[in-house]
């Protein structure tokens, strides 16, 4: 019943900006995490920014203090700013979140940056 609803990805030269925006939606329960992951093309999928219900944040250490996670727990939205942007950093941007018996993912948005 949970769904995930990413917006925000696109194009941005090397050093530039772009905020993702996550909306969760439906029976929604209590996460235990929410955060951002990004998968290139033939890449594992991996952490960039996760929030857990502790109040910690994790940073994946390519962040390098680029980017900063933001939990609206009233609006079931997490938001990922990404400053600084490298050609590196282009991938396919997913939001998920967990429980501690589940996990649900967004479609995706598309992250390209161009040197």
């Known amino acids: 019943q949970v769904q995930l609803v990413e917006s925000g990805g696109g194009l941005a030269q090397a050093g530039g900006s772009l905020r993702l925006s996550c909306v969760a939606s439906g029976n929604i329960p209590n996460f235990r995490t929410m955060g951002w992951y990004r998968q290139a093309p033939g890449k594992q999928r991996e952490s960039v920014a996760v929030w857990s219900v502790s109040g910690v944040t994790t940073y994946a250490d390519f962040v390098q203090g680029r980017f900063t996670i933001s939990r609206d727990n009233a609006k079931n939205t997490v938001d990922l700013q990404m400053n600084s942007l490298k050609p590196e950093d282009t991938a396919v941007y997913y939001c998920?979140?967990?429980?501690?018996?589940?996990?649900?993912w967004g479609q995706g948005t598309q992250v390209a940056v161009s040197s």
């Open positions: 998920g979140a967990s429980t501690w018996i589940a996990s649900y």
